[in-house]
T-cell receptor
Framework: SQKIEQNSEALNIQEGKTATLTCNYTNYSPAYLQWYRQDPGRGPVFLLLIRENEKEKRKERLKVTFDTTLKQSLFHITASQPADSATYLCALDEGDYKLSFGAGTTVTVRA | NAGVTQTPKFRVLKTGQSMTLLCAQDMNHEYMYWYRQDPGMGLRLIHY???????AKGEVPDGYNVSRLKKQNFLLGLESAAPSQTSVYFC???????????FGPGTRLTVL
């Protein structure tokens, strides 16, 4: 399975700023990559999926990029709000509808 | 729709005891998964199922067994619990040809 590294365990930012999270993987490039949000004491919730032939995907204030040359995905939260505070997980396709998850990055947005 | 539900929410076991965690989904999804989540390690796949009556091993299957007798239910069993199985367990499901997974609220298990 893939080795997945998400940058720093925690990210603290000021409200209104852009948060940028990194997901790096080491082996083969997956067919797709997903990002999930997890709040304390809750299960992960799906946010975005980006396929290997897509460079960028957007959903409201969220943007995901996928660079198969760098073996990296970037996840951006623009105009961040305190309600965006959560842990964000990246997940890579392992085939047969299985995913490998990173350990997550906890984002705290200060008002 | 209730989505994915898990029973129980919390459980404390003594070493050597057995228990079964129940996962139910009402979305008619084909695929179901059991994960464990430990601090700093992310979600690790224990077992999964691609349809009723089928199961397969994931990344960390030792010490666990599963059954998928009905499409909507996926059971995770611990035959002889060990302290190393203290964790938060999540069940998830996904539709055929779909990629996103829908997660339950989790079960927090402590083995003393």
């Amino acid at each position: 399975s893939q080795k997945i590294e998400q940058n720093s365990e925690a990210l603290n930012i000021q409200e209104g700023k852009t948060a940028t999270l990194t997901c790096n993987y080491t082996n083969y490039s997956p067919a797709y990559l997903q990002w999930y949000r997890q709040d304390p004491g809750r299960g992960p919730v799906f946010l975005l999926l980006i396929r290997e032939n897509e460079k960028e995907k957007r959903k409201e204030r969220l943007k995901v990029t996928f660079d198969t040359t760098l073996k990296q995905s970037l996840f951006h939260i623009t105009a961040s709000q305190p309600a965006d505070s959560a842990t964000y997980l990246c997940a890579l396709d392992e085939g047969d509808y299985k995913l490998s998850f990173g350990a997550g990055t906890t984002v705290t947005v200060r008002a | 729709n209730a989505g994915v539900t898990q029973t129980p929410k919390f459980r404390v076991l003594k070493t050597g005891q057995s228990m079964t965690l129940l996962c139910a989904q009402d979305m008619n999804h084909e695929y179901m998964y059991w994960y464990r989540q430990d601090p700093g390690m992310g979600l690790r796949l224990i077992h999964y199922s691609v349809g009723e009556g089928t199961t397969a091993k994931g990344e960390v299957p030792d010490g666990y067994n599963v059954s998928r007798l009905k499409k909507q239910n996926f059971l995770l069993g611990l035959e002889s619990a060990a302290p190393s199985q203290t964790s938060v367990y999540f069940c998830a499901s996904s539709p055929p040809l779909g990629n996103e997974q829908f997660f339950g609220p989790g079960t927090r298990l402590t083995v003393l």
